[in-house]
């Protein structure tokens, strides 16, 4: 019997050794008797060192602590399962077991021992934990996303959704669970929702695509929407969508749209859309055969208005008149503002030159009314300019220009007008384009000359000043007045280049006829407002220039327009100050025509004041242009101001100036404007005869 019971202690060791999981036996007193070779392997030590120990001095003090609590609570049970944490005494490492322990009784129930199996789930607890924060990151991001995410079954029903989701649909989540995909999709969207399917279905995906849903409210809610396609473990399909309110983005492309084709200030269409609806409808009237007109509106000295009353006054003018437009419109026309004071109108196909005379003279008198600008009140007038397809222009660029032309027509025959394009327009435009052009070569070219009309103190008959007075000797069109080429330089910037050749020569002639022993006098140069305008270094170069001819700044006049002192800005107060420091004299040409505000005369440190010919010519006796011209040399003489009388054509008319105390005169009475030699002939005989 003993060699049998040496047999099975023998051969239970090895039974255990083919087990291919670890395995252990231990004592009711938590001593280890067995462990197999599995077990050596996944703890790292020798069962030598195990059996007959409870773990001590081989495992940490805490783990053999849980080992024989774990031991304890089998041996009061049938069975317990459990993880624990074990030391892998080779390695140097802790590893998550999982066990199974079960203790073993005899045939009175007596407990003998206890029986365990351990399976090495590190890794397995691992990745478990790494799923399990996985899973918690993407439940995170789909309650917390700002943007709606949906699981969709195959009939639009929904399985999940976050909730954004909700927040987009304005539903509860008990709500939705009731609804489906359709319901929330309006009916119009039928054809697109089918394309999308069908996509999904074939690729595995849909999107991104634009659609609204309606809301629980009623109301529209834009959306973008990507989907891809799910098929789960037991065979069902789903849709897993990203459902984007994209309303901002809407708002602010409409923004975008709106400020791209409408004029902030009025909220009428801009040049842009104004453009484009002149197209569109000049192809109408083509296709139909018919005609369509485009009025271009501009008010007249709308300046004035900002300088007196200020821009955010102008601005309100602005909207007042845009709204007076708009009401005298039909249905069809557009009415656009282009760009500061401009309009323009396209009125629809066929209507008659009576009805665009009643309609042009209506937006007339409405622009014309007084405008309430908070507390001020405030006057304007507009002129126009009309333009008919297809005999005026077959396109946008060329109703345009010939509208422009037109309103420009009516400004010069006295403004508060309209007129309708006609060719001869169009040929002083084309006029205009080519003196626009010579007149670049015409400095290097030598073709400007300098005249001199004198200007005569009344009492001695000599010659104190002169004014210099500008001609184009053109190679074709013989000699040309400032009047036809002036305000074309004006408008090219030529007239800077121009500015400094008059300059330069009137200083070379001064100083030519110093040499030659003339009488020193003063000379004027008109200086135009968009010289002005310009930067100030310009009196740098004049400075230098009168250095060099070694002449003092008093030999020169600037005559300017009452205008300029109107639009007074930093840049030309400034010149003003310049030039009265070289000790150049400012004289105010044409008084009487313009403004003729007593204030701005007051303000700045005018020398000369010319009246205008207009009021020297009607010069009789009791007439209201001699009162008038009375009234301006006493104004004059009060403020210390010098008066020049220009026009004077006849002895009575210089008689009678004389008698209302006017000083000095100018005109065809005492000579023509005279080349300079000429002048200087002139001028050696007035010595004379002094």
């Not at 529209?220 to 396609?229: F, K």
């Not at 990203?242 to 200030?265: G, L, M, P, R, S």
């Not at 859309?273 to 485009?294: C, K, N, P």
């Amino acid at each position: 019997m003993a060699g049998v019971f040496d047999w099975l202690d023998k051969g239970i060791p090895a039974v255990l050794d083919a087990i291919p999981v670890p395995v252990f036996v231990k004592d009711p007193d938590s001593r280890f008797i067995l462990i197999n070779q599995r077990c050596e392997e996944q703890w790292g030590i020798p069962r030598a060192a195990v059996v007959g120990s409870t773990g001590e001095g081989i495992f940490p003090p805490e783990q053999v602590v849980r080992l024989m609590e774990n031991d304890r609570r089998a041996l009061e049970s049938s069975t317990v399962a459990c993880d624990e944490v074990v030391r892998n005494v080779a390695l140097g490492q802790d590893r998550t077991l999982h066990t199974l322990r079960r203790p073993i009784r005899d045939p009175l129930g007596r407990t003998r021992s206890l029986v365990g199996v351990s399976v090495d789930v590190t890794d397995v607890r691992r990745t478990e934990r790494a799923l399990r924060d996985s899973e918690e990151k993407l439940r995170g991001l789909f309650e917390l996303s700002p943007i709606g995410i949906t699981l969709n079954r195959m009939d639009g029903s929904y399985v999940e959704f976050n909730p954004a989701f909700c927040a987009i649909c304005g539903y509860s989540p008990d709500e939705l669970r009731r609804l489906d995909y359709w319901t929330l999709t309006p009916e119009k969207y039928a054809a697109q929702e089918q394309e999308q399917l069908d996509a999904l279905l074939t690729d595995g995906h849909y999107g991104p695509y634009e659609k609204e849903y309606i809301r629980k409210d009623g109301s529209l809610v834009p959306l973008r929407l990507t989907g891809v396609l799910l098929h789960a473990s037991d065979g069902s399909s789903y849709i897993w969508s990203i459902v984007e309110d994209i309303t901002a983005q809407k708002k602010a492309q409409e923004a975008i749209w709106y400020h791209a084709n409408f004029d902030d200030i009025t909220a009428l269409p801009n040049r842009r859309m104004v453009y484009q609806r002149l197209d569109e409808e000049i192809a109408r009237a083509r296709g139909s055969g018919r005609h369509m007109a485009l009025l271009f509106l501009d008010f007249d000295r709308f300046k004035e208005i900002n300088d007196a009353f200020g821009h955010d006054k102008g601005d309100l003018l602005l909207k007042e008149a845009a709204r007076r437009l708009a009401d005298r419109l039909r249905h069809g026309d557009t009415v656009g503002r282009l760009n500061g004071d401009e309009f323009m109108i396209i009125v629809g196909a066929d209507d008659t030159a009576q009805r665009l005379d009643v309609l042009a003279d209506d937006l007339r008198q409405a622009l014309g009314a007084p405008y309430r600008l908070g507390a001020d009140l405030a006057y304007s007038s507009v002129s126009i300019g009309i333009a008919v397809f297809p005999q005026d222009g077959e396109n946008a660029e060329a109703l345009v220009r010939h509208a422009d032309q037109a309103m420009y027509e009516a400004k010069a025959l006295g403004r508060n007008r309209y007129r309708f394009f006609r060719s001869a327009l169009q040929e002083e435009a084309t006029r205009r384009g080519r003196i626009a052009n010579e007149l670049r070569s015409a400095i290097a070219g030598d073709q400007f000359r300098l005249f001199y009309q004198p200007i005569i103190d009344f009492e001695t008959g000599k010659v104190l000043k002169a004014e210099a007075l500008l001609r184009w000797q053109h190679p074709e069109m013989g000699l040309v007045g400032p009047a036809d080429f002036i305000p074309v330089a004006e408008q090219s910037g030529e007239i800077i280049a121009i500015g400094q050749w008059v300059f330069d020569e009137v200083l070379r002639q001064i100083t030519a006829w110093d040499a030659a022993g003339l009488p020193p006098i003063r000379v004027g140069v008109n200086r135009s407002p968009v010289e002005f305008r310009q930067s100030g270094d310009v009196l740098d170069v004049w400075a230098a220039r009168l250095a060099e001819h070694g002449l003092s700044g008093r030999r020169v006049v600037v005559e300017i327009t009452e205008g300029l002192l109107v639009e007074l800005s930093d840049t030309v107060r400034d010149q003003f100050e310049r030039l009265q420091r070289m000790g150049i004299a400012l004289s105010l040409d044409d008084f009487g025509t313009g403004y003729s505000s007593l204030a701005y005369l007051r303000k700045f440190d005018v020398d000369f004041l010319k009246i205008d010919r207009a009021f020297v010519q009607g010069v009789e006796r009791g007439s209201d242009d001699l009162t008038l011209c009375e009234a301006i040399i006493v104004m004059a003489q009060k403020l210390g101001i010098e008066v020049v009388a220009e026009g004077i054509e006849t002895e009575n008319q210089r008689a009678l100036l004389v008698t209302a105390g006017c000083r000095l005169g100018q005109g065809f009475l005492f000579s023509r404007p005279l080349p300079a030699d000429a002048f200087a002939t002139y001028l050696r005989g007035t010595t004379r005869r002094g």
